[in-house]
C-alpha cells in the first residue's frame, strides 16, 4: 500500500472547499506524493465558491442515524485535539432551542436520542425547560422573546472558524508540494477517458488545459450537479446570511455567548474579533433552476445552478430574506434593531433526498469518484471527512459508511429533502433583480 500511494496520483476537482481540501489533506496524511496530488478549482483555497468559506459554522453532535453520530464524534476529537484544526474551534457551547408544540416534541426526542446513544452525551447535555434554565446559559437574550421556549444545551459544541480552518489546510499543502490549478486552468469541463470509453484517466478544465491522473475526486459542493449529471440526487440551494458591526464595547458583552438556533427563527454566532456578528434564518433554502446540460446527460434540462457571490459579489437576496433576518435580529438581538445589516448574500450547499453525503464511485466511469451531497451540515467535518474519501478510493470505506453514501438516483426528492418544505425558486422572489444572465453563464458557474 505504501509504494501505491507514492505513484498514485489524484486530482480534485472542487478542492478548494470543504469536502476537496480535506481529501487532499488526508492524502499527504496518508503518504502520498505531495506533487501528484493536483488540486483544481475556480479560485484559490479557501475558494471564495464554497459554502466552507464563511465567517463561522455550528459545530455540535449530530445523531440522526450511527453514521452521523460516528462522524460528529470523530470531528469532535479531531476538532478539540488535532494540532492544525484546534486553533478554530471556539468551545462557547451551543443551545438548541424550540417554541411551537411541534418543534418541542422534536427536541424532546433529540434529546432522549442523545441520551439513548451510550457514548456519554448526557454528561455535555442538559435540557432547559423553561426561560430561566435558558437564561442563565445565554443572559443576553431577552426573557420576553423566548416565552414558552425549551432548549438543549450542549457544553461541547459552538463554532468554527470556518474560511481560517480551509486556509490552514491550503497553507498546509502549498508548503508540502501539492500542485494547484485555478482559474480557467481549474474550472472543471469534462473527464477525460482511456480508449475504453469508461476509465476516467483525468479532467478538461475550460481553458483548455488537461490533466491526467491516477483517480479523480469530484468534490465541487453546490456546484457538483451542474458539472456532472447526478441524475437529481442532489439538488443545490442557497441560504442566506447577514452580518451586523458590533462597537468593542457591545462585542465584549457577547464574548463567549454560545450559538443560538431556533428551528423557526434562525440562529446567531457571538461576534468574531473584529465585532462582527453572523445572523442567519432558517428556512427551506432557494433554487435557482436553468436549462443545463451537466457532463453525462442526454440532453439538457433543469439544474438547480449556482450563482456565485465571488463572481457576483454586489448580490443579495430576495425581499423575504430582509424581513426573515430582521425577524431573527428582533428575536435574538432586539437591543441592535436599528444596525445596519452588511454582507447580504446567499450561500449555496446541495441537498440529498434523505441528508446523507454522496460519497462513491461513479457506477459507469471507473476511478471517478463521487464527494458531494453536503446537505448544509457537512462543514465541522472538515478534520475528517477527506480521510473517508481517501478510503473510498483505495477501496476499503467501511461497509456501513458505503451503504450510506451510494449512488441512490430515484430514491425520495431532493428538492424537499428532510426539510419542512420544497425549496422556492429565486425566481419566484421579489426582489430578486440578479439574473439576467445567459445559458452561457450558467454553463461558466455563474
Known amino acids: 500500500m505504501a509504494a501505491l500511494r507514492r505513484h498514485t496520483e489524484v486530482i480534485i476537482v472542487g478542492g478548494g472547499g470543504t469536502i476537496g481540501s480535506s481529501t487532499a489533506l488526508h492524502l499527504l496524511r496518508a503518504g502520498y506524493t505531495p506533487s501528484n496530488i493536483t488540486v483544481l478549482d475556480t479560485y484559490p483555497i479557501p475558494s471564495p465558491q464554497s459554502a466552507g468559506n464563511d465567517l463561522n459554522k455550528i459545530m455540535g453532535i449530530r445523531i440522526r442515524t450511527n453514521v452521523d453520530l460516528q462522524l460528529s464524534l470523530e470531528a469532535r476529537d479531531m476538532w478539540r485535539n488535532d494540532e492544525l484544526f484546534k486553533p478554530f474551534f471556539h468551545n462557547t457551547g451551543r443551545l438548541d432551542c424550540e417554541s411551537t408544540e411541534e418543534g418541542i416534541l422534536d427536541l424532546r426526542r433529540e434529546y432522549q436520542s442523545l441520551l439513548d446513544a451510550n457514548v456519554g452525551l448526557e454528561e455535555t447535555h442538559e435540557w432547559l425547560d423553561n426561560e430561566d434554565a435558558i437564561l442563565a446559559r445565554a443572559p443576553l437574550l431577552q426573557r420576553d422573546k423566548i416565552r414558552g421556549w425549551k432548549a438543549i444545551f450542549s457544553k461541547e459544541g459552538g463554532w468554527l472558524a470556518a474560511a481560517k480552518a480551509i486556509n490552514a489546510i491550503g497553507e498546509e499543502l502549498r508548503r508540502q508540494g501539492v500542485r494547484f490549478g485555478f482559474g480557467g486552468a481549474g474550472s472543471f469541463r469534462r473527464p477525460l477517458f482511456a480508449q475504453d470509453g469508461t476509465t476516467c484517466i483525468g479532467v478538461e478544465t475550460t481553458d483548455g488545459t488537461q490533466y491526467h491522473g491516477h483517480k479523480i475526486v469530484l468534490a465541487a459542493g453546490a456546484w457538483s450537479p451542474a458539472l456532472v449529471d447526478l441524475e437529481e440526487q442532489c439538488c443545490s440551494k442557497a441560504w442566506v446570511y447577514a452580518h451586523m458591526q458590533l462597537t468593542p464595547e457591545e462585542a465584549?458583552?457577547?464574548?463567549?455567548?454560545?450559538?443560538?438556533?431556533?428551528?423557526?427563527?434562525?440562529?446567531?454566532?457571538?461576534?468574531?474579533?473584529?465585532?462582527?456578528?453572523?445572523?442567519?434564518?432558517?428556512?427551506?433554502?432557494?433554487?435557482?433552476?436553468?436549462?443545463?446540460?451537466?457532463?453525462?446527460?442526454?440532453?439538457?434540462?433543469?439544474?438547480?445552478?449556482?450563482?456565485?457571490?465571488?463572481?457576483?459579489?454586489?448580490?443579495?437576496?430576495?425581499?423575504?430574506?430582509?424581513?426573515?433576518?430582521?425577524?431573527?435580529?428582533?428575536?435574538?438581538?432586539?437591543?441592535?434593531?436599528?444596525?445596519?445589516?452588511?454582507?447580504?448574500?446567499?450561500?449555496?450547499?446541495?441537498?440529498?433526498?434523505?441528508?446523507?453525503?454522496?460519497?462513491?464511485?461513479?457506477?459507469?466511469?471507473?476511478?471517478?469518484?463521487?464527494?458531494?451531497?453536503?446537505?448544509?451540515?457537512?462543514?465541522?467535518?472538515?478534520?475528517?471527512?477527506?480521510?473517508?474519501?481517501?478510503?473510498?478510493?483505495e477501496g476499503r470505506l467501511a461497509a456501513d459508511l458505503a451503504e450510506a453514501w451510494k449512488w441512490r438516483p430515484g430514491q425520495g426528492d431532493a428538492l424537499k429533502s428532510i426539510r419542512a418544505a420544497p425549496a422556492k425558486d429565486l425566481a419566484d422572489m421579489p426582489g430578486w433583480r440578479h439574473d439576467e444572465g445567459t445559458n452561457e453563464e450558467v454553463a461558466r458557474g455563474q
Do not use: M
Request: hydrophobic residues 35%.
Open 252 to 393: 465584549a458583552e457577547y464574548k463567549n455567548c454560545p450559538v443560538v438556533y431556533n428551528g423557526d427563527v434562525g440562529f446567531f454566532f457571538e461576534p468574531n474579533e473584529h465585532g462582527v456578528i453572523k445572523v442567519c434564518d432558517e428556512f427551506p433554502g432557494f433554487t435557482r433552476f436553468k436549462q443545463h446540460q451537466p457532463y453525462g446527460a442526454p440532453s439538457p434540462k433543469r439544474v438547480s445552478v449556482p450563482r456565485s457571490h465571488a463572481k457576483h459579489p454586489t448580490d443579495t437576496y430576495p425581499d423575504a430574506s430582509e424581513h426573515s433576518i430582521k425577524r431573527a435580529v428582533s428575536t435574538f438581538l432586539p437591543r441592535f434593531e436599528e444596525k445596519p445589516l452588511f454582507n447580504r448574500a446567499l450561500c449555496w450547499c446541495t441537498d440529498t433526498a434523505n441528508s446523507a453525503l454522496l460519497v462513491c464511485e461513479h457506477p459507469k466511469w471507473k476511478n471517478f469518484f463521487l464527494a458531494t451531497g453536503d446537505s448544509g451540515h457537512s462543514f465541522k467535518l472538515l478534520p475528517v471527512i477527506g480521510r473517508h474519501v481517501v478510503e473510498l478510493v
